[in-house]
C-alpha cells in the first residue's frame, strides 16, 4: 500500500510539475494514469488512499488470488505506460529549458536543513529509512535509493521518476514474499507512561510519530513529525535568483504538505 502511495504522487508531482510550465501534455497523461491507479486501489484496498486500511495490529483487508493477478497486471501495465512518457519528460528542450538549472537547492543547504525525500535525494543526500534504517517487509528486499546532485527542479522530476520505476520492481518482489496466514492480530493495550516512536519511508522522505499512553489504552501524548518541516525552508532557500514566473514549479517540486502532518 506504501508502494502503491508513492507511485500515485509521484506520478501526480510530475504531471503538475510539467503543468506548471506549461506542458499540459504530460500533465494529462500523468493524471490518467493517477487515476486508473487509485481507482485499482479503492477496488483491492476500499479507499483511494487506503484510508482506514491500517488498524492496530494489523490491517482492514486480504488479498484474494484474483486481486493478486490484478495487481501484477497493473504493475506490468504501469510501467509499460511510464516509459514513453518518462523518455518525453526527460529529453524535451521546451520542458528542459524550463527545469534544468531552476530552483537549485545546493547540497550544503539540503544537509543543513535535513531535507529528506525526492528534494534531498535531488541534492545528493541519499538517505531512505527503507534501506538505512530498515523495517518490515524492506529488510528483506532490494531498495533502491535514488541520488541526484544538481539540486534543481529538473532533478526532482528524475528522482520521483527513479522512485516510479523503483516501486513497481518492488511490488512483484513484495506479493512474492507476502506470507499466509491472519492479516491482524489483538492490539495489547500499553500500560500507562508507555511510549512509542514510529520511523518510515514516505513519498516525501523520512516520517517520524511519538506516541505517549494515558490509562485504559487512551493516548496521551501524540506528533507526528513529516518531512514538509523541513522542505518548507529548503524552498525558502531554492526560490532565491529565480524568475517570478519560475514560483509555482519551484514550488510544485518541493511540494510541501499545506497541513503540516503526512499521515
Known sequence: MTERERIANHLGDIGAICNDVGFAFAHVHCARLREQWQRRSAALFGHRFMMDALIPGGIARDLSETAFRELRLDHAAMHKAIEPLFDVIDDHPPLDDRLIGTGILSHADARALGCTGPVGKASG???????????????????????????????????????????????????????????????P??????????????????????????????????FPRDPSW????????????????????????????????DL
Open 230 to 261: 523541513f522542505t518548507w525552508p529548503a524552498l525558502e532557500r531554492l526560490i532565491l535568483g529565480n524568475i517570478v514566473p519560475d514560483f509555482p514549479v519551484c514550488n510544485k517540486s518541493v511540494n510541501g504538505s499545506y497541513a503540516g502532518v
Open 189 to 222: 493495550i500499553p500500560e500507562e507512561g508507555a511510549m512509542g516512536l514510529g520511523l518510515i519511508e514516505g513519498w516525501r522522505g523520512e516520517i517520524l510519530c511519538f506516541v505517549r499512553f494515558a490509562a485504559d489504552g487512551r493516548i496521551a501524548r501524540y
Open 125 to 187: 543526500l541519499a538517505f531512505d529509512v527503507r534501506r538505512d534504517s530498515p523495517y518490515a517487509p524492506y529488510d528483506q528486499v532490494r531498495v533502491e535509493v535514488p541520488e541526484e546532485t544538481e539540486g534543481d527542479v529538473a532533478a526532482r522530476v528524475r528522482v520521483r521518476m527513479k522512485e516510479v520505476r523503483s516501486s513497481l520492481w518492488m511490488l512483484d518482489r513484495l506479493l512474492d514474499a507476502l506470507p499466509d496466514g491472519g492479516i491482524a492480530v489483538p492490539f
